[in-house]
């Protein structure tokens, strides 16, 4: 089955840490780049962080630069979001993207970052 699947998020107190998971199945995971998005409360979905499968560079968006990490392993077929320092603003459901056109969506994991 062709599926992407999120996992780790939570409810974290503002400057803790969550580690997100994405793992994929059913394509070839390994020669596709591999994004995440975020959806806040009454806003619109927005880029978060790529991975690129050729030499895996990345990209960030302003908001997230120098506090997320994102990274993959090939050999689990699993893409990951480190974040740090999280802030209240950071609060939304998380979604991986990838695949062939990056027509595959995970069901998105929820980040709560409240005191």
């Known amino acids: 089955q062709v599926q992407l699947v999120e996992s780790g998020g939570g409810l974290v107190q503002p400057g803790g840490s969550l580690r997100l998971s994405c793992a994929a199945s059913?394509?070839?995971?390994?020669?596709?780049?591999m994004s995440w998005y975020r959806q806040g409360p009454g806003q619109e979905r927005e880029f978060v962080a790529r991975?690129?499968?050729?030499?895996?560079?990345?990209d960030y968006a302003d908001s997230v630069k120098g506090r997320f990490i994102i990274s993959e392993d090939k050999t689990k077929n699993t893409m990951y979001l480190q974040m740090n320092n999280l802030k209240p603003e950071d609060t939304a459901v998380y979604y991986c993207?990838?695949?062939?056109?990056?027509?595959?969506w995970g069901q998105g994991t929820q980040v709560t970052v409240s005191p």
């Open positions: 991975i690129n499968s050729r030499g895996g560079s990345t």
């Open positions: 993207n990838g695949g062939p056109s990056s027509m595959l």
């Open positions: 059913g394509f070839a995971f390994r020669v596709y780049a």
